[in-house]
């Protein structure tokens, strides 16, 4: 009996022991799928994030390209609105230097010749300072419209170059230093243009 005693002993024991082999390598073989699956997710965030983390990366250089080049575009516009300023008041002193006596007369005379077979012209208007100094001047140049009716007067809207008024008063033709600065300047303006394009 004892033997019998001693082998159901040892097929208990036996079948005990492969019962906890079989159940240990179940947990283990669990163990590894879960820590497969764990690493397996872990890496897919860690690329989810690396890839948002790239994208964030890209808008932000696009987003920076674009700021500059804005950035760039204003500083531009700002240099050519200044430049196109500084020619402005170069033309507009130029003007008003070359309207000095002798040039003012002839421009005067020559308006005046010009319009006097075709308008009433009723009176030259020019500044107080340049009124006294090419007056004289104007008789011998344009005495026969003078003696006509044209007056040579002085105008607080004229501070340098001249108007020209109709007899009626309903017309103006502006020879001033200001309407021909703005004259020239459209011509100027476009050359500026030109040579501020060559540069962007």
Request: proline content about 1%; hydrophobic content about 45%; overall charge negative.
């Given at each position: 009996?004892?033997?019998?005693v001693?082998?159901?002993?040892?097929?208990?024991?036996?079948?005990?022991?492969?019962v906890?082999?079989?159940?240990?390598?179940?947990?283990?073989?669990?163990a590894?799928?879960?820590?497969?699956?764990?690493?397996?997710?872990?890496?897919?965030?860690?690329?989810?994030?690396?890839?948002?983390?790239?994208?964030?990366?890209?808008?932000?250089?696009?987003?920076?390209?674009?700021?500059?080049?804005?950035?760039?575009?204003?500083?531009?516009l700002?240099?050519?609105?200044?430049?196109?300023?500084?020619?402005?008041?170069?033309?507009?002193?130029?003007v008003?230097?070359?309207?000095?006596?002798?040039?003012?007369?002839?421009?005067?005379?020559?308006?005046?010749?010009?319009?006097?077979?075709?308008?009433?012209?009723?009176?030259?208007?020019?500044?107080?300072?340049?009124?006294?100094?090419?007056?004289?001047?104007?008789?011998?140049?344009?005495?026969?419209?003078?003696?006509?009716?044209?007056?040579v007067?002085?105008?607080?809207?004229?501070?340098?170059?001249?108007?020209?008024?109709e007899?009626?008063?309903?017309?103006?033709?502006?020879?001033?230093?200001?309407a021909?600065?703005?004259?020239?300047?459209?011509?100027?303006?476009?050359?500026?243009?030109?040579?501020?394009?060559?540069?962007?």
């Open positions: 009996m004892d033997i019998q001693q082998e159901l002993l040892e097929t208990i024991r036996k079948d005990g022991v492969e906890a082999e079989q159940k240990a390598k179940e947990i283990i073989s669990a590894e799928e879960k820590a497969k699956a764990i690493l397996s997710e872990g890496e897919r965030k860690v690329q989810a994030k690396i890839r948002e983390q790239e994208q964030a990366a890209a808008q932000l250089q696009a987003s920076g390209k674009a700021a500059l080049a804005q950035a760039g575009r204003d500083l531009v700002s240099v050519e609105k200044q430049l196109q300023s500084i020619f402005e008041q170069v033309v507009v002193a130029t008003k230097e070359t309207y000095k006596d002798k040039v003012l007369e002839d421009a005067i005379a020559s308006v005046v010749s010009a319009w006097t077979s075709t308008s009433q012209l009723g009176a030259v208007l020019l500044s107080e300072g340049q009124e006294k100094q090419v007056a004289s001047a104007l008789k011998g140049k344009i005495g026969q419209a003078l003696s006509s009716g044209l007056i007067k002085t105008s607080p809207r004229v501070t340098g170059g001249f108007l020209i008024q007899k009626n008063g309903a017309a103006y033709y502006d020879f001033t230093v200001e021909v600065a703005q004259a020239l300047s459209v011509y100027v303006n476009p050359m500026l243009a030109e040579i501020l394009a060559d540069i962007k």
